[in-house]
C-alpha cells in the first residue's frame, strides 16, 4: 500500500520570506513524487516531479522540492514567497513497481500575505 | 500541445435526477484517463480510471458509473443523484506508455445536488 501526509492544513508565510511545505510518503517500493497547485475553481496544475536522479527538483514558478529517502519526504520549496502563490498545494506519490495509481495527499492551503 | 476539456463548467441538479459529465483530450492517443472528485473538505478521491476504449475500472463503489466510447473521451454518469454526490468533479490524463506518468487535470466541474 502507499500513502501520503501533509502535515499541515495551512501555512502562512509574508511575501518575500521562504516557503516551504511538507509531505511524507510511504510506498513498497521506491517512489514517483509529484506536487501540484490548484487555484479556487481551478483543476491541478503540475508543478515538479521526481523519478531519479538529483534529489532537489526544480520545477514551475521557481518551486523546488527535495527528496529525503531516509526521512521518506518530499517537502516543497520557495525562496522568496509572492503573494500569488496563496493557493492549495497537493502531494502525490505511486510505487515505481508495476502499475498503481497516484495517491494524493489531502492539501495544504498556502497564504502569503503582503 | 495537449489540452484537457471538461463540461459543463457548473451544473445543478436535483436530487434523483441523471448526470452526464463530458471530459475531452486533445492532441494525444491512447492516454491515460481518470476521474476524481474533490468534496468540500478538498480531499481528492479517485472514482475511475480507464487505460483504453471500453477498459474502466472503479476505485470507490457508488451510485456513479464512467464510460469510454472513444480513445480520448471519458463520461461520468449517474442514473439517479444522491446529496451527496456533491461535489468538485475533475477529469486527468495521462501518457500511457510512460511508467513515471504525470497526470494533468482538466478545469473540473462544480455539481451541486440539491
Known amino acids: 500500500a502507499q500513502s501520503v501526509a501533509q502535515p499541515e492544513d495551512q501555512v502562512n508565510v509574508a511575501e518575500g520570506n521562504p516557503l516551504t511545505v511538507k509531505c511524507t510518503y510511504s510506498v513498497s517500493g521506491n517512489p514517483y513524487l509529484f506536487w501540484y497547485v490548484q487555484y479556487p475553481n481551478r483543476g491541478l496544475q503540475f508543478l515538479l516531479k521526481?523519478?531519479?536522479?538529483?534529489?532537489l527538483v526544480k520545477g514551475s514558478y521557481g518551486f523546488e522540492a527535495e527528496f529525503n529517502k531516509s526521512q521518506t519526504s518530499f517537502h516543497l520549496k520557495k525562496p522568496s514567497a509572492l503573494v500569488s502563490d496563496s493557493a492549495l498545494y497537493f502531494c502525490?506519490?505511486?510505487?515505481?513497481?508495476?502499475?498503481?495509481?497516484?495517491?494524493f495527499g489531502k492539501g495544504t492551503m498556502l497564504l502569503v500575505s503582503p | 500541445s495537449q489540452t484537457i476539456h471538461q463540461w459543463p463548467a457548473t451544473l445543478v441538479q436535483p436530487v434523483g435526477s441523471p448526470l452526464s459529465l463530458e471530459c475531452t483530450v486533445e492532441g494525444t492517443s491512447n492516454p491515460n484517463l481518470y476521474w476524481y472528485r474533490q468534496a468540500a473538505g478538498r480531499g481528492l478521491q479517485l472514482l475511475f480510471y480507464?487505460?483504453?476504449?471500453?477498459?474502466i475500472s472503479s476505485e470507490v463503489p457508488q451510485n456513479l458509473s464512467a464510460s469510454r466510447p472513444q480513445d480520448r473521451q471519458f463520461i461520468l454518469s449517474s442514473k439517479k443523484l444522491l446529496l451527496s454526490d456533491s461535489g468538485f468533479y475533475l477529469c486527468?490524463?495521462?501518457?500511457?506508455?510512460?511508467?513515471?506518468?504525470?497526470?494533468?487535470f482538466g478545469p473540473g466541474t462544480r455539481l451541486t445536488v440539491l
Open positions: 521526481y523519478i531519479t536522479g538529483d534529489n
Open positions: 480507464s487505460v483504453g476504449i471500453g477498459q
Open positions: 486527468a490524463w495521462s501518457y500511457r506508455r510512460v511508467s513515471a506518468d504525470t497526470q494533468y
Open positions: 502525490a506519490v505511486r510505487d515505481s513497481r508495476g502499475y498503481s495509481t497516484l495517491t
